[in-house]
């Protein structure tokens, strides 16, 4: 599963990163880029060229509008050790603008798209003026509290025991067109990532990048982190793995899946 998000995400064809990566750069020169010179050759170890394990250096351009994130969170075991578990989301939302919210079941693939084989519903909610009034109720639109509800509960701020700054960090979740808001996003996703690295050897991680590393993090994972490893979290936001396995050549095509061919 995460080697194909990775194809849609980074490593496949046509993939999100690269495209608005080079589109971004045609822009900059005026549209003599011809072709990108970031991910598509540097996913086998036989490329010689290092993978870097920030976006923002693989994607400059790209990383300034787009950020990849994952939620993962902290549990006891029976035997009273503490671990963690990235959260599988199967809910296919989408919110824009505070506007509009999309929420479905389709998956993006021939099983729900094709039309004449899974059965799929979706419900588009839509609200031009996020701050009119709906049905005598001038509360925020549909989206906008939809959003702040998922986004309170990434952060952290529908817990038990809020985080220190829950206050600030309300403020600055409520205006997501801020730079402070996008800054927040980044900075508490690459800081639980890296708590989440170095006391809960987590997997999947982007510095596993190969088999023997994703091995080595399990084992030292099953030993469970320090009881005080949750006060060093805000919420459940990281960063997605990206560059898991990156080093492994895992673009290769896969059997019977022409969609999924690497380019040259």
């Not at 023997?212 to 005080?228: F, L, R, S, V």
């Amino acid at each position: 599963q995460i080697l194909l998000n990775q194809l849609s995400l980074c490593r496949g064809p046509s993939n999100l990163l690269d495209t608005v990566e080079l589109a971004l750069a045609s822009a900059e020169d005026g549209g003599r880029s011809k072709g990108s010179m970031f991910a598509k050759q540097l996913y086998t170890s036989t490329s010689g060229v290092e993978y870097p394990e920030n976006p923002r250096v693989m994607w400059p351009r790209a990383s300034k509008y787009i950020h990849v994130a994952g939620l993962r969170i902290p549990g006891r075991m029976a035997d009273g050790r503490l671990v963690c578990e990235q959260i599988y989301i199967h809910s296919k939302v989408l919110i824009a603008d505070d506007k509009r919210a999309i929420v479905g079941s389709a998956n993006i693939n021939d099983r729900s798209l094709m039309g004449d084989r899974d059965a799929e519903f979706a419900c588009c909610i839509e609200q031009e003026d996020p701050d009119a009034p709906v049905d005598g109720d001038r509360g925020p639109s549909f989206a906008r509290s939809l959003r702040m509800k998922l986004w309170r509960e990434h952060f952290g701020l529908l817990d038990e025991q809020l985080p220190a700054n829950s206050e600030s960090l309300e403020a600055t979740l409520s205006d997501p067109q801020s730079e402070a808001c996008w800054k927040l996003w980044c900075k508490t996703a690459e800081e639980n990532t890296a708590v989440f690295r170095k006391l809960f050897h987590a997997w999947p991680d982007s510095a596993q990048r190969t088999w023997a590393a994703y091995h080595e993090a399990k084992i030292q994972a099953a030993g469970g982190a320090p009881d005080d490893a949750p006060e060093q979290l805000v919420g459940r936001v990281v960063d997605y793995p990206l560059t898991f396995l990156a080093d492994e050549g895992l673009i290769n095509p896969l059997p019977r899946c022409p969609v999924l061919q690497a380019t040259p």
